[in-house]
């Protein structure tokens, strides 16, 4: 099993920044890949990007002003988030795809991103 908590979340002004984290812990390398999804209130859970090895890949609509980056020795993932506007407001959340043959996700509790205008 892999464990994970995220923290970072908060309040921040519109065009300010945060730096989530994904701690994980368990079993770690089961782990394929992990990512970042977001829910804001009202709506579905969507994806902001997934990081396999050293390489991220994002939703289009998230590119430049998200980076995803993963520190190996802490066995932690970080969302990097810059110039943050209001419909950023969600639950972020991370996971861990620890799948062989099809896909298999471990998921964080959720951090709050508040976005204030």
């Known amino acids: 099993q892999v464990q994970l908590v995220e923290s970072g979340g908060g309040l921040v002004q519109a065009g300010g920044s945060l730096r989530l984290s994904c701690a994980a812990s368990?079993?770690?390398?089961?782990?394929?890949?992990m990512g970042w999804y977001r829910q804001a209130p009202g709506k579905q859970r969507e994806l902001v990007g997934i990081?396999?090895?050293?390489?991220?890949v994002y939703v289009d609509s998230m590119k430049g002003r998200f980076t995803i980056s993963r520190d190996n020795a802490r066995n932690t993932m970080y969302l990097q988030m810059n110039n943050l506007r209001p419909e950023d407001t969600a639950v972020y959340y991370c996971n861990a795809n620890v799948g062989v043959d099809s896909a298999y996700y471990y998921w964080g509790q959720g951090t709050q991103v508040t976005v204030s205008s």
């Open positions: 368990g079993s770690i390398f089961s782990i394929k890949s």
């Open positions: 990081i396999r090895g050293g390489s991220a």
